[in-house]
Nanobody, 120 residues
Framework: QVQLVESGGGLVQAGGSLRLSCAAS????????MGWYRQAPGKEREMVAE???????DYADSVKGRFTISRDNAENTVYLQMNNLKPEDTAVYYC??????????????WGQGTQVTVSS
């Protein structure tokens, strides 16, 4: 029922840019908090950026000034624009939603993840 599908990951050189997209279905998107999380090898999953239903944003200190999260409610899609990428940004990036599904269940939901690799 609920589906979060990430795209846009890949291999990029340090200093380059990448834009991730997450297309959501099966949820009440406009009232859900959306976020991007990442997990690097041997490390725990961490919050990268979040955006609420009213457009408030929050970022990890390590990405402030470089990453921008945005949402398009008409397209049920959340984006993560990543600029000035660094090797330490290498991780699997996951899309997360928190809110109600179309079957009226409140929960957090996760995408399958997309690999971002930044080479030096």
């Amino acid at each position: 029922q609920v589906q979060l599908v990430e795209s846009g990951g890949g291999l990029v050189q340090a200093g380059g840019s990448l834009r991730l997209s997450c297309a959501a279905s099966g949820i009440f998107f406009s009232t859900s908090t959306m976020g991007w999380y990442r997990q690097a090898p041997g490390k725990e999953r961490e919050m990268v950026a979040e955006i609420t239903s009213v457009g408030s944003t929050d970022y990890a200190d390590s990405v402030k000034g470089r990453f921008t999260i945005s949402r398009d409610n008409a397209e049920n899609t959340v984006y993560l624009q990543m600029n000035n990428l660094k090797p330490e940004d290498t991780a699997v990036y996951y899309c997360r939603s928190y809110g109600y599904s179309r079957s009226f269940r409140r929960n957090e939901y996760w995408g399958q993840g997309t690999q971002v690799t930044v080479s030096s």
